[in-house]
């Protein structure tokens, strides 16, 4: 039923749920798993507010920050994958997520898009940024699996 399966990791907890659902899919379904990670450059908007002489530093800190949480994704994610779904890819990529996983939902045939997330009650609800809902509404006709946590 699913031979391409697309997984949003950012390395937090609350995406271990949609990390191990996908596990268990890929094997029962010896799928193609695809993990993307993308690197958000949100914190750089605010080199503004940095001190002139620090800007520099400020800025080559948060890139060397986002490249070394996704390394240590990387191969956290290929350690367990690996071992047990015989086609694996970690993409790397950078920019606004909700740009760039429609992207690649739209580059390749995609069967279902795996994503974590977290619990929202309340206030939360509607003031969230809710990545995963906003997935949901543009995907273009693929599935969307949301594991909150």
């Not at 031979?3 to 949003?8: D, E, K, P, R």
């Not at 659902?21 to 798993?33: I, Q, T």
């Not at 779904?85 to 429609?102: M, N, R, T, V, W």
């Amino acid at each position: 039923m699913f031979s391409q399966i697309l997984l949003a990791s950012d390395g937090e907890p609350h995406t271990e749920k949609a990390t191990d659902v996908c596990l268990e899919l890929a094997r029962m379904f010896d799928a193609y798993v695809t993990v993307i990670h993308v690197m958000d450059p949100y914190l750089k908007q605010f080199y503004n507010e940095i001190y002139a002489q620090g800007r520099k530093e400020y800025l080559e800190h948060i890139d060397t920050c986002l490249r070394t949480d996704a390394d240590r994704l990387e191969k956290r994610l290929k350690d367990i994958f690996e071992p047990a779904a015989s086609k694996f890819l970690f993409l790397k990529s950078y920019g606004d997520p909700e740009q760039e996983i429609l992207k690649e939902l739209n580059a390749k045939p995609y069967d279902l898009l795996i994503t974590g997330g977290k619990l929202l009650t309340g206030i939360k609800k509607i003031t969230s940024w809710n990545l995963p809902s906003r997935l949901e509404m543009k995907s273009p006709g693929i599935p969307v699996l949301v594991c909150r946590a």
